[in-house]
């Protein structure tokens, strides 16, 4: 199994800045893609940036400029930077990776949530 865990989220004022960090931990033998997603009650959950092991990224439209998404391979480690946050950005984050353990084929893995508000 992979366990992922997410820190950093809060509360914000809009306009200010965050930063959500995710580790993967467990019996690991590569990971593929690691990404954020995010989700409001009520509606689906729908990506907000990938970055894949060769570090090429992929950013929702709503987020490019503002945020930015970033990897450690060596640390198994994934990170979101956003910048000039509105209140349209407030959602639970949820870390994704898609990584395969020792003797299997890869799968996707979501952390639990991290809860990010923005408003004054």
């Known amino acids: 199994q992979v366990q992922l865990v997410e820190s950093g989220g809060g509360l914000v004022q809009p306009g200010g800045s965050l930063r959500l960090s995710c580790a993967a931990s467990?019996?690991?033998?590569?990971?593929?893609?690691m990404g954020w997603y995010r989700q409001v009650p009520g509606k689906e959950r729908n990506l907000v940036a990938t970055v894949t092991n060769s570090l090429r990224t992929n950013y929702a439209e709503s987020v490019k400029g503002r945020f930015t998404i970033s990897r450690d391979n060596a640390k198994n480690a994934v990170y979101l930077q956003m910048n000039s946050l509105i209140p349209e950005d407030t959602a639970v984050y949820y870390c994704n990776a898609v990584a395969a353990i020792y003797g299997s084929t890869p799968n996707a893995y979501w952390g639990q949530g991290t809860q990010v508000t923005v408003s004054s």
């Open positions: 467990g019996n690991i033998f590569s990971i593929n893609v």
